[in-house]
């Protein structure tokens, strides 16, 4: 009979434990029932043992099993932390997705300065490109000075001619010529013109071996271009000198029934003061006969 009801007391120790919240409260409950059985082998003492345990708090019966415990103490949050780790792994997770998409569609590239931060500005070289010098094409600059240029190209500036005279070397070389000023006044639609004129362009068979205009530069100067505009074709030698006659001169160049611009540059600058132009096949006049005609000559330096 003692041994049923101690099967009993099992079974009821077992219900203690359902009631209970937990498997601890088993195991406590268990040994509480092991308390009372030295205290008592009736069954109603052991049913008024069952309503006092029913009315007495878990807390105290754990207690005096010496078993109780409080779970954030042995577990640090507990179950509490779990939806916590739960939001904090859906966080997560959401953002691996969502760089997931972005390296799927093509997210756009952030420079620096989009995202606040600074970055060293590069370094540019410049390099200057060579420029040609003024005058170098053709085109004169007045009042320039002359200076080498890239590639030996120079600036040609404008002598001024401060005189003018008619040449005949039959003559004694320079001659007195009313028309002289009009080779260097600017004006194209005036003209120097020979002192006499011939029946043909070869001086009429005349032993004659020329005839031409002196200018005057005032001082030596080193002559590096000639530019003659002439109204007819005949033709001319160029001279840079220092007394009115082609000996001793030197020679910038010769042109053959050269007509319009005509263009005598010198190899190298010709020191002189004197530039004589020489023709030595007349040009015909407006009047039937044949003349030594210029309408502008432009000295360079």
Sequence with gaps: MGSASVGSAA???TAVGSA?????AVGSAAASDTAYRGRSDGWDDYLDYLDELEETP???????????????????????????RKLALLIVGGLVLLLAILGYCG???????????SQPARSTLVTAKPTKAAGSSGATTPGATSSPAAGGEATLTPV??????????????????????RAYDGDLTTMWQSNKWYATEK??????????????????????????TLPV???????????????????????????????????????????IVYVTKLGPDNAGHFRALVSEVQVLR
Aim: proline content about 7%.
């Design 20 to 24: 209970a919240v937990g498997g601890t």
């Design 160 to 181: 001024a001619v401060i005189g003018g005279a008619g040449f005949e070397p039959q003559n004694g070389g320079q001659v007195a010529n009313k028309t002289a000023a």
């Design 11 to 13: 079974v009821g120790g």
């Design 233 to 275: 074709p005949q033709d001319i030698t160029v001279y840079v000198a220092n007394a009115a006659t082609t000996e001793g001169a030197t020679a910038i160049g010769s042109k053959v029934a050269a007509s319009g611009a005509v263009v005598f540059d010198a190899p190298t600058p010709l020191e002189g003061d004197l530039v």
């Design 107 to 117: 997210a756009p590239k952030l420079s620096p300065s989009d995202l606040g931060l």
């Design 203 to 228: 001086f009429g068979g005349l032993n004659i071996p020329g005839t031409g205009l002196i200018l005057d530069l005032g001082q030596s100067t080193p002559v590096r271009q000639v530019t003659l």
């Design 58 to 84: 878990i807390s105290e019966v754990l207690a005096d099993s010496g078993e109780y415990y409080s779970p954030s103490t042995q577990f640090g949050a507990g179950s509490a932390g779990r939806p916590e």
